[in-house]
């Protein structure tokens, strides 16, 4: 009696697990994927085989392509929509952000002096109880050089951002 039950429960789980695990087939048009057997057939698509197709879909319409010409190439550089900009207001923009990047950077270098000075070359003064705990001031030590390459980092950033704007008016 148990035997039939388990061959019954075996031919009943196998039932079900094996149109589970088969696949409806898919066609693939180009970049596009179908399992409308009409569609495929109209458009000459090529059934996909060999594994599992995941297909997940877009969130919309995809941006227009731009031509290419004269005036495609000044609005790739704008995003769409954005408002045009005079010649006079954008110098003034770019002279507002140099003045800005110009302050950040000689914050940065003045905080770089700093820092390298209370480095010390490796070598920093003892505080406290790290005379007793060697370790204590070690991490110490470490997290000074570390914040000592964030700030080079900074300024060398910095340092981009100026360059990336136009060259300053007179």
Same mark, same amino acid.
């Given at each position: 009696m148990k035997t039939a039950s388990l061959i019954f429960l075996a031919g009943s789980l196998l039932a079900v697990a094996v149109p589970a695990s088969s696949q409806e087939r898919v066609w693939r048009c180009g970049?596009?994927?179908t399992n409308n057997s009409t569609i495929a057939q109209?458009?000459?698509c090529k059934v996909m085989e060999g594994g599992n197709v995941t297909v997940v879909q877009g969130s919309g319409m995809p941006a227009p392509k731009s031509s290419g010409g004269g005036a495609g190439s000044s609005a790739a550089r704008a995003p769409a929509g954005s408002p045009r900009v005079e010649g006079v207001d954008q110098r003034a923009r770019d002279g507002e952000a140099r003045s800005v990047l110009e302050a950040e950077l000689k914050k940065a270098e003045a905080r770089q002096a700093e820092l390298q000075k209370e480095y010390n070359n490796g070598e920093p003064e003892k505080q406290g109880s790290e005379g007793r705990n060697y370790q204590k001031y070690l991490d110490r030590v470490a997290e000074?050089? @570390?914040?000592?390459a964030r700030n080079e980092s900074d300024i060398a950033g910095?340092?981009?951002?100026?360059?990336?704007?136009? @060259?300053?008016?007179?």
């Open positions: 970049n596009e994927y109209q458009k000459g000074m050089k @570390a914040e000592l910095i340092r981009r951002e100026l360059g990336r704007l136009p @060259a300053k008016q007179q």
